[in-house]
Each structure stands twice: as C-alpha cells, then as structure tokens.
C-alpha cells in the first residue's frame, strides 16, 4: 500500500496539517469534554522551513546552508542569514502561541537548527483514502 505523509503530531493535542498550512490545538476540557480549537495559518516559506525541520532536524542538527538551499534556493527566492532568522524566529513565536512546547525548534549556536522530536510523530494516510493531492518538501 501507498502512503503519504499528512503531517504531524506534536504533544497530545497539536496537529500540523501539510495541505493546508496550518497547525492547530485540537483540545478537550472539562467534565463535559467541550471542545477548544485554535489554528495558525503559515505562508509557504515559513511552512516549508517548519515542515522541512520536522522531517529533517528530529535525528541531526541542519545547518544554516542546508536551510538556505532547500527552503530559499530550491524555490528561486533569494536567501540571507537575516532572512533565515527572521522567518525561524516568527515561527517559533507563532507555534509558542499555540501552546507548542518551548524548546520543540532549537537553534544552536555556530551550528544549526534541530527539533527536540520526542513528542512528535509523523501521521500518514493511504493515497486512495484521501481526494486531494500534494508534494512534500
């Protein structure tokens, strides 16, 4: 069977959905299980970095060259270093807001940038299950 790769779980109750661009906190409360949803929609670059650290930087440090090609490069847009932290700085802010813990993107000095992948899993689909069709980075 053919698989796709949908996104991913981050903790209990965050999801980062690939198609659509967005992360969201799916969460029950109380007795009565009510129901708290929160989203945060990414444009493409701070998507692909985001996506591009959560398949790349679980096991290995990717240093800033890395990034720069494959998320600057690759897509015929202009990289630089400011650009870089800019959109890595913006991202962290935008997913801490959502309740994604703290130290899930990690930048490490003179190094890189890795992702504490402890709780984040990978969730999949088969290809005939779902109508719509997208390419991952």
């Given at each position: 069977m053919n698989y796709r790769l949908y996104g991913f779980k981050i903790g209990k109750d965050i999801h980062f959905d690939i198609h659509?661009?967005?992360i969201y906190r799916l969460t029950t409360l109380g007795k009565d299980n009510n129901f708290v949803f929160s989203t945060i929609q990414f444009n493409d670059t701070m998507m692909n970095l985001f996506l591009y650290l959560l398949l790349h930087g679980r096991d290995r440090v990717i240093s800033k060259d890395e990034l720069l090609k494959k998320i600057w490069e690759e897509k015929n847009l202009t990289p630089?270093?400011?650009r870089l932290w800019q959109v890595y700085t913006s991202l962290n802010k935008r997913i801490k807001e959502l309740g994604v813990p703290e130290q899930l993107?990690?930048?490490i000095k003179r190094s890189g940038y890795t992702v504490n992948g402890d709780d984040v899993i990978p969730i999949y689909y088969k290809i005939n299950d779902v109508p719509y069709h997208y390419e991952v980075i």
């Open positions: 659509n661009k967005c630089s270093s400011q993107l990690q930048h």
